[in-house]
């Protein structure tokens, strides 16, 4: 994975190219965590990693939502937007530790809400915004 960053992404459809490229070296139990700021392209990227285990339909964010779950894709993806959660314990409620057991690939917009939430051994995506394009760079947590 960390031989893919750091890089530079100058649109939305190389964004998501990347994330296709990130999806060949997850396994089930994988978690990533999507850092950015609003509308760095997390969203993007998750559809890239989507598509790359087997979605052939587009994704939304789950902004509203808090949690999307695409059974369809090998392994199961299941992708989380913290944006709008106030505590942790809202985080719990929606059942994160049992998510945290399933045999699936968690990708989490926002993960910055609540970083004693994100698992030792995620895989960090840090985005930033240039004057054209995305800067992304990769660390284990
Ligand atoms: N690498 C890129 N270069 C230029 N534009 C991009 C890139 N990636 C995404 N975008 C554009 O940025 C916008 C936001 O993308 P996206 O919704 O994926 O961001 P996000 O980080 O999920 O935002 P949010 O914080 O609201 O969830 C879109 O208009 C998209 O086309
Ligand atoms: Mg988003």
């Not at 808090?66 to 299941?78: A, D, T």
Request: proline content about 6%; some cysteine; charged content about 20%.
């Amino acid at each position: 994975m960390q031989q893919l960053f750091p890089t530079i992404v100058q649109s939305p459809s190389a964004m998501k190219s990347l994330g296709m490229k990130v999806s060949k070296h997850l396994q089930a139990g994988d978690i990533v965590a999507l850092i950015g700021d609003l509308g760095a392209g997390k969203t993007h990227l998750t559809q890239g990693i989507a598509e790359g285990l087997g979605r052939t339909d587009s994704i939304t964010s789950p902004t509203f939502s808090l949690v999307n779950e695409y059974p369809e894709c090998r392994p199961e993806l299941i992708h989380f937007d913290w944006y709008r959660l106030d505590t942790p314990e809202e985080l719990l409620s929606i059942g994160w530790e049992d998510y945290l057991e399933r045999d699936a690939i968690l990708v989490v917009e926002w993960p910055d809400r609540f970083p004693e939430m994100v698992p030792a051994g995620s895989h960090c995506l840090h985005i930033e915004h240039l004057e054209s394009g995305r800067s992304i760079t990769y660390q284990r947590a």
